[in-house]
């Protein structure tokens, strides 16, 4: 295995995993809201594609550790936050109780995260 393919590492690939489904996920979303409407459709698919290249990036360009536990956190709140949206316009009714304060306070949580990352000097 190459350094670059292990500095890439399975976090890597999951976030490149991530980035791929939710900007396929939310152009998918994009459409459904505008042909089936749905309060909360068009909210989670505007979510999900602007987090996907985010985790793109991340996956590719990540060798920053907090970095990478920051986006993934970013991807928890992500899953929640549209996970709720979705469930309440498909199944009439919540995830479970406060998983979208839950997703948000996660997605806020990892967003703080990844700027701290910025204070984190990197191997070279």
Do not use: K
Not at 54 to 72: D, M, P, Q
Not at 80 to 88: K, P, S, T, V
């Amino acid at each position: 295995m190459s350094t670059a393919e292990q500095s890439y590492g399975n976090s890597g690939r999951i976030l490149v995993l991530a980035g791929g489904l939710c900007g396929a996920a939310g152009v998918a979303l994009s459409a459904a809201a505008a042909h089936l409407g749905g309060a909360f459709v068009g909210t989670a698919a505007s979510f999900l594609l602007m987090h996907a290249p985010v985790f793109l990036a991340t996956g590719l360009l990540g060798t920053n550790r907090t970095l990478r536990i920051g986006s993934l956190i970013l991807l928890v709140g992500l899953l929640l936050f549209c996970g709720d949206l979705l469930a309440r316009d498909f199944l009439g009714s919540r995830l479970f109780p406060l998983s979208a304060p839950i997703g948000g306070t996660l997605l806020i949580a990892g967003w703080l995260v990844i700027a701290g990352s910025a204070r984190v000097r990197t191997r070279s």
